[in-house]
């Protein structure tokens, strides 16, 4: 499969006319619990030649490609450092991902030097907060729920139980946000349906986890409690102005 992510990626340069600076796997890959069939979640940041970028009009900002279980989903390089100083949450799971299929130029480094000072755990906490309470209504109204949709949960609470703790970004792998569940019980309770996780599709049906589901809800409580405490923050422009120079008048390669 990464050849076959490698081929997409250099057709879709030749085809749009851009350089992909970095892509990498977003989604369950990246998070460590995939399904035997789960998607290859590629999404990857481009830049144009520099003349593109001086037109007066906007011009399309997205690429995207999707065939069976590969979907690819290309942001241009301005659309993408306005989404970081917007503190956007995949801006940083892209930043951070284990699983880079292409890089080129210096940029992830330069990004990853910067993205401390664009998180806003406010905004982080909303994001994260938001998609676990979704999660959370669609297990709660199963009597059998997708192993899926349990991992969704997990994943969200605790990147928010993350924020409301340590106050930083959280990190991609669900691995390193289990040490912030203290309950043992439950942690193997995870562990043991992280190996089930790896063995079935991603329409296997589990039986309902009605200790897991009530923990998951008290922290979701706890962390809604918490959201007061942060403020709206938003970092400088200037940095990322000079950075979005920078990339756009480097030669390609």
């Known amino acids: 499969m990464q050849e076959q ?35 290859y979640d590629v999404r990857f940041i481009y830049r144009h030649t520099r003349d593109w970028y001086l037109s007066i009009d906007e011009q399309r900002d997205t690429i995207e490609y999707l065939s069976g279980d590969l979907d690819l989903v290309g942001w241009d390089i301005r659309k993408c450092l306005r989404l970081l100083r917007k503190s956007n949450i995949a801006m940083f799971e892209r930043l951070s991902s284990p699983i880079v299929y292409l890089e ?22 909303h994001h994260y ?22 991992f969704y949960l997990l994943r969200t609470t605790l990147c928010s139980l993350w924020i409301v703790e340590k106050q930083s970004i959280p990190p991609l792998a669900f691995q390193k946000l289990l040490p912030l569940v203290e309950n043992q019980t439950l942690r ?16 296997y049906l589990h039986p309902k986890e009605l200790e897991l589901e009530q923990y998951l809800k008290r922290m979701l ?33």
């Open 5 to 39: 992510i490698l081929q997409k990626l250099r057709e879709i340069e030749a085809q749009y006319k851009v350089q992909i600076l970095l892509a990498s796997e977003t989604g369950s890959r990246a998070w460590g619990f995939p399904s035997p069939d789960s998607d």
């Open 188 to 203: 193997t309770k995870i562990e043991e349906l992280l190996i089930l996780k790896a063995q079935v599709d991603e329409t």
């Open 104 to 125: 080129q130029t210096d940029l992830r480094k330069q990004l990853q030097k910067l993205a401390s000072n664009y998180f806003s755990c406010r905004a982080g906490l």
């Open 129 to 150: 907060a938001s998609m676990a309470g979704n999660y959370y209504k669609a297990c709660e109204a199963a009597d059998m729920v997708k192993l899926k949709s349990y």
């Open 221 to 253: 409580d706890y962390c809604d409690t918490r959201a007061i405490e942060f403020e709206k923050h938003q970092g400088e422009t200037a940095p990322l102005n000079q950075l979005f120079s920078e990339t756009i008048a480097k030669p390609w390669h």
